[in-house]
């Protein structure tokens, strides 16, 4: 039987072999890849490893780059059929706004197709929208 790891090899292979492309950091300015979260599932990450680390410890981007994430959930206007319930001028900690894909397609990291919300809103609209359970169509992994 396979090792994990030598699967997650095999995975990656097939990845570029069928005709996978591996995502851009979905920040302006920055034309880095982006962090691979799991080959066995082909699992990106929307920012590479240079902005993603920035962003977590509050450092500015480096010349040229502009972070895309908010320091608001975006769902305040209620694009997502409800108001976020959290109050706008609220103080999120590290990891509780999420970038989410408008489409549903993980692989699309254009900053027309990202939002920012909260864990609450994002998981409701997950929930909802079937991003959260890959066997639905809702969540497109692909090419």
Known sequence: MASESSKSLEMKEK?????GIHPTCANKGCDNKVI??????????HYCSDCNNRM?????????????????????????GFEC???????WENGELHSDHIDGDHYNNDPSNLQT?????HSRKGHTSGDF?????????GK
């Open 133 to 141: 359970n890959s066997s639905k169509k809702g969540r497109r992994v």
């Open 117 to 121: 919300l909260c864990s609450i809103c």
């Open 36 to 45: 691979v979260r799991d080959w066995l599932y082909h699992s990106f990450k």
């Open 85 to 91: 319930p959290v109050a706008l001028d609220f103080m």
């Open 56 to 80: 977590k410890k509050g450092i500015e981007p480096r010349p040229g780059v502009e972070f895309h994430k908010k320091n608001y959930c975006e769902n305040k206007d209620g694009r997502l």
């Open 15 to 19: 990845f570029f072999t069928d005709g």
